[in-house]
């Protein structure tokens, strides 16, 4: 059975950094696109960053770029989303998916694209 399971969320002070890991069970990550998202109390989720299923291909939306890197390491099954100067908008529950979409597509931020997703972690940006 396929799983994927998120961590590394927490409370954090603007301007701080967290590394969020998306571990993959029941399916080997080499063969699939990682995504993630984030859903903020009262809105949709939306897209932030994706990998391709070799790590050369990325992207991120506009309001992340510079400030989030994704990362996989194939070996580990798992994929990193290192987040630094954060701010109280990246307040949020964040979500990794896996999916056959390509990564570099015009929709890669769309949810429909993922066939598989994670039960989410925390993050939360306050002082």
């Known amino acids: 059975q396929l799983q994927l399971v998120e961590s590394g969320g927490g409370l954090v002070q603007p301007g701080g950094s967290l590394n969020l890991s998306c571990a993959a069970a029941?399916?080997?990550?080499?063969?699939?696109?990682i995504g993630w998202f984030r859903q903020a109390p009262g809105k949709e989720r939306e897209g932030v960053s994706c990998?391709?299923?070799?790590?050369?291909?990325?992207n991120y939306a506009d309001s992340v770029k510079g400030r989030l890197t994704i990362s996989r390491d194939n070996a580990k099954n798992t994929v990193y989303l290192q987040m630094n100067s954060l701010k109280p908008e990246d307040t949020a529950v964040y979500y990794c998916?896996?999916?056959?979409?390509?990564?570099?597509?015009?929709?890669?931020?769309?949810?429909?694209?993922?066939?598989?997703w994670g039960q989410g972690t925390q993050v939360t940006v306050s002082s």
């Open positions: 029941g399916i080997i990550l080499d063969y699939v696109v």
């Open positions: 998916a896996a999916g056959y979409y390509y990564c570099s597509g015009r929709r890669w931020d769309q949810s429909g694209k993922y066939d598989y």
């Open positions: 990998i391709s299923s070799s790590g050369g291909s990325t």
